[in-house]
Structures are given as C-alpha cells and as structure tokens.
C-alpha cells in the first residue's frame, strides 16, 4: 500500500496572518486565489495526467485546529486510501486523533508522531 502520495499542505501560526500573507503575496508573489486560499497546483509524478495541488496557509497564533499538539505548524499529507492507511497506522499502534471529516474538497483524518506534531492526513476528491 502506498502510505504519503506527497505534500498536501503546510500549515503555520502567525499572530497577524492576513498582515502576513499579505506580506508574502507581495515579496513572493503567494497569492490566494478566488476562494482566499494559497495553492500551488502541481502534477503526480507517476500519472502526470492527475493533477495534484499544495496547500499553504497562515492560522491565528490562537488557533485550536493543531491541537492537541502545541506546535506552531502543521503539516498536511496527501494519501490515496486514508480508510485503508488508518487501519494499518493503528496496527503499529497509532492513535487517530478525532473523527475523519468529510469536506467537498477531500477526507481528513490527523495523527500525532513521537515529538507531539499534529500530521493531517488528506484523501483529495477523485481525479485530484
């Protein structure tokens, strides 16, 4: 089974994240697109016909969403089976933290590893 297709997304705290993404948009170019959100749109590498995308997002220095770990960064992995990579994460003994969600853009499961980093895991739509 294939375990991490790539990079899904990375994910910081900032204490003004509009003031920075600002920042970022206009010394690097990272812009958001209509929906707000940063992507940089990329291809797999084994079906070059798939396209695949990175997230990028700055998060509230009082955001709640990497808990429970007290990290200010988050990182986000895209998968292919996230039922089936669950399931065999808990045979080695990891814990899923909370339920899986459904969004219209993808599934989301999170793990924790051994120093206390929130990882999402992120099963993209069909055909992304």
Same mark, same amino acid.
């Given at each position: 089974m294939k375990? @991490?297709? =790539?990079?899904? =997304?990375?994910?910081?705290?900032a204490d003004d994240p509009k003031a920075l993404k600002k920042w970022y948009e206009t010394h690097l170019g990272i812009?958001?697109? @209509? !929906?707000?959100? @940063?992507?940089?749109?990329l291809r797999d590498e084994a079906d070059l016909e798939r396209k695949a995308r990175m997230a990028w997002e700055a998060f509230s220095s009082d955001t709640r969403y990497f808990q429970p770990s007290d990290k200010d960064y988050m990182?986000?992995?895209? @998968?292919? !089976?996230? !039922? =089936?990579?669950?399931?065999?994460?808990?045979? %080695? =003994? &990891?814990d899923q933290c909370g339920d899986i %969600? !459904?969004?219209g853009y993808g599934r989301f499961a999170w793990i924790m590893d051994p120093e206390g980093n929130k &990882? %999402?895991?992120?099963?993209p739509p069909e055909g992304e």
């Amino acid at each position: 089974m294939k375990r @991490v297709l =790539g990079m899904g =997304g990375v994910f910081f705290k900032a204490d003004d994240p509009k003031a920075l993404k600002k920042w970022y948009e206009t010394h690097l170019g990272i812009a958001p697109d @209509v !929906d707000g959100y @940063v992507s940089f749109h990329l291809r797999d590498e084994a079906d070059l016909e798939r396209k695949a995308r990175m997230a990028w997002e700055a998060f509230s220095s009082d955001t709640r969403y990497f808990q429970p770990s007290d990290k200010d960064y988050m990182f986000n992995y895209r @998968v292919a !089976d996230l !039922d =089936g990579l669950l399931a065999v994460l808990k045979e %080695e =003994g &990891i814990d899923q933290c909370g339920d899986i %969600e !459904d969004e219209g853009y993808g599934r989301f499961a999170w793990i924790m590893d051994p120093e206390g980093n929130k &990882i %999402e895991l992120w099963e993209p739509p069909e055909g992304e």
